[in-house]
Antibody, heavy 119, light 109 residues
Framework: QLQLQESGSGLVKPSQTLSLTCAVS??????????WSWIRQPPGKGLEWIGY???????HYNPSLKSRVTISVDRSKNQFSLKLSSLTAADTAVYYC???????????WGQGTLVTVSS | QSVLTQPPSVSAAPGQKVTISCSGS????????VSWYQQLPGTAPKLLIY???KRPSGIPDRFSGSKSGTSATLAITGLQTGDEADYYC??????????FGGGTKLTVL
């Protein structure tokens, strides 16, 4: 059974950069031609897609976040990562790593990690 | 404001049927598959329906999806208290950016 687990900084100061990593177990991140995504959910609000990285390594980002987002993959460690820069309080959210993207449904989700932007 | 429109809340009694609508446009729902996600309180979302009407393994047939034109519908029959959750529809736009509805809170009375 595929499992995804987020890790990274839980409290980040405004204007700084958020860094999260998603460790994938129970399957190879390089097999199957899947894309791998990040999705976030502000407290008490709905889901917002951040972006995904294709199996080829190319990326596709939410236009509203594109200038601040970088998603990368480390196939040797079977993990992918998210960097989000110039943080504000509006970026406070639970961040999920997910398998899916590029018209593939989001079928496996990590448990999510809360990132709080505060000084 | 989400591009996909869902009712904020729906409710029904145990054993009854409820439907949740998701309205979009020709450039998203009208041209792409729709998925539905269930988010139980305090947990990550779970894929409930994909490709408009397919159920992943383990999802009971009480849950069904349909799509017509630029709208999609999730139906849940034989409601149980354990179905109380937030439900989100999702699809893609013409550039393959993912879109979600604002979510619908289901209350089982």
């Amino acid at each position: 059974q595929l499992q995804l687990q987020e890790s990274g900084s839980g409290l980040v100061k405004p204007s700084q950069t958020l860094s999260l990593t998603c460790a994938v177990s129970g399957g190879s991140i390089s097999s199957g031609g899947y894309s791998w995504s990040w999705i976030r959910q502000p407290p008490g609000k709905g889901l917002e897609w951040i972006g995904y990285i294709y199996h080829s390594g190319s990326t596709h980002y939410n236009p509203s976040l594109k200038s601040r987002v970088t998603i990368s993959v480390d196939r040797s460690k079977n993990q992918f990562s998210l960097k989000l820069s110039s943080l504000t309080a509006a970026d406070t959210a639970v961040y999920y790593c997910v398998r899916g993207g590029s018209s593939w449904p989001f079928d496996y989700w990590g448990q999510g990690t809360l990132v709080t932007v505060s000084s | 404001q989400s591009v996909l429109t869902q009712p904020p809340s729906v409710s029904a009694a145990p054993g009854q049927k409820v439907t949740i609508s998701c309205s979009g446009s020709s450039s998203n729902i009208g041209d792409n598959y729709v998925s539905w996600y269930q988010q139980l309180p305090g947990t990550a979302p779970k894929l409930l329906i994909y490709d408009n009407n397919k159920r992943p393994s383990g999802i009971p047939d009480r849950f069904s999806g349909s799509k017509s034109g630029t709208s999609a519908t999730l139906a849940i029959t034989g409601l149980q208290t354990g179905d109380e959750a937030d439900y989100y529809c999702g699809t893609w736009d013409s550039s393959l950016s993912a879109l979600f509805g604002g979510g619908t809170k289901l209350t089982v009375l």
